[in-house]
């Protein structure tokens, strides 16, 4: 279990930290006849810009706290959750990364990019960190979801003390007193 729950904490910390770098960085130039090209701007798009990738891996601490809070069968509906937010996070990583480019380039085109005039020429550098660190950390909350549906019945739960009071175990009769308010 503690395994498991590291993984999901190192996933969330990798998904969101690779969601906020930056996926494109697209500078323009200008060419100028006899003199060379000037750089007029440069913006960077994010993971985040693309999808709320970052916003979706916090989930995951979500369902942290959901795995020690349950038992039995419930349980196994936050490992099916791990699983399915996993998923999305390595699908939106890759796609991601994949389209970043064209996406970078069609917002400069429209002037949506601050700092990049539109109708220049443009460059876009794709540095693959951000869209690996997302993919990295969708399949460790994958894994993680997955570890929770094979062997999450068997984990311990939280104690009586976290328990609501129809929950809790009734103590034995004439035994009225905790053990340790004695005599």
Do not use: C, H, K, Y
Request: glycine share 18%; no cysteine; proline share 7%.
């Amino acid at each position: 279990m503690q395994l498991a729950m590291v993984a999901v904490l190192a996933g969330v910390m990798l998904a969101v930290t690779g969601a906020g770098q930056a996926w494109a960085r697209v500078s323009a130039a200008v060419e100028l006849p006899g003199i060379g090209s000037a750089r007029l701007g440069g913006a960077e798009v994010t993971g985040n810009d693309l999808a709320p990738l970052g916003a979706l891996a916090l989930l995951g601490l979500v369902l942290l706290v959901a795995v020690a809070a349950t038992r039995g069968r419930g349980r196994w509906v936050v490992g099916l959750a791990l699983l399915a937010l996993g998923g999305a996070l390595v699908l939106g990583g890759a796609l991601g990364g994949a389209r970043v480019s064209e996406e970078a380039v069609e917002r400069a085109e429209q002037g949506l990019l601050e700092g990049v005039p539109g109708g220049t020429g443009l460059r876009v550098a794709t540095p693959p960190g951000g869209p690996v660190m997302v993919v990295a950390g969708g399949l460790l909350l994958a894994l993680a979801g997955a570890e929770a549906l094979r062997r999450g019945a068997g984990w311990p739960a939280l104690g009586d003390a976290f328990r609501a009071p129809p929950d809790r175990a009734q103590p034995l009769a004439g035994q009225d007193e905790p053990p340790w308010e004695g005599d």
